[in-house]
């Protein structure tokens, strides 16, 4: 059975089988995760929901820091459930981890049951961007803390660039049927 392409992307194609670009990214994904953990100041005991898990760089590393707290692994991919809950199994620490099958924007946590929310780099492929938020306030005891990292695309990139170039690579050849002029991709 194929993977589903969340799954394809973060666990076989985003670097590229590329082990200095791997190697650059995970420093860069490694800070980020360092950060959105300390802003959200855990302490032993506590629940955290990471939304849109992947394949797991924040709800790992918040495993560490509460200690004997929990850890909910949300995502829409089935297939990135089933490969975090393997390495769970694999570092013993199944017991302090749940996996929910679960769009941001429809959480099946009941209200104030969670005392942080993370996410990183999925708010940006959410269309219901204030859904999400109710629920996560939902969700969240209170006084919880919501910790998050999202990506401004266009903060990073310039907002025209000529139609053959997307950040920075020259996409002619995959990029045959685009209309000259039309903008960024
Ligand atoms: C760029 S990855 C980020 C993964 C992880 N948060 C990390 O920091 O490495 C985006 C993730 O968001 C998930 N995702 C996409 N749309 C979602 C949605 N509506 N609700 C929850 N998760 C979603 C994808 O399945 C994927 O795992």
Request: positive net charge; proline residues 5%; aromatic residues 10%.
């Amino acid at each position: 059975m194929g993977q589903d392409l969340w799954s394809q992307w973060l666990l076989n194609r985003r670097f590229g089988g590329d082990p200095k670009r791997m190697r650059a990214a995970l420093d860069y994904l490694y800070r980020v995760r360092d950060r959105v953990l300390s802003n959200a100041n855990l302490t032993d005991g506590e629940t955290l929901l990471d939304v849109g898990c992947g394949d797991g760089l924040i709800a790992f590393g918040a495993l560490e820091k509460v200690k004997t707290g929990r850890v909910i692994f949300s995502d829409i991919s089935q297939d990135l459930l089933h490969h975090t809950r393997a390495i769970a199994r694999e570092m013993g620490v199944l017991d302090r981890c749940r996996f929910l099958l679960a769009p941001a924007e429809n959480l099946p946590l009941q209200d104030a049951s969670v005392d942080v929310v993370t996410t990183r780099s999925v708010l940006i492929y959410v269309s219901a961007k204030q859904q999400a938020f109710e629920e996560f306030y939902r969700v969240l005891k209170p006084k919880g803390r919501l910790s998050i990292f999202e990506p401004i695309n266009r903060f990073a990139y310039p907002t025209y660039a000529p139609p053959h170039m997307f950040w920075g690579y020259d996409v002619t050849p995959v990029n045959g049927n685009r209309p000259e002029g039309k903008g960024t991709l």
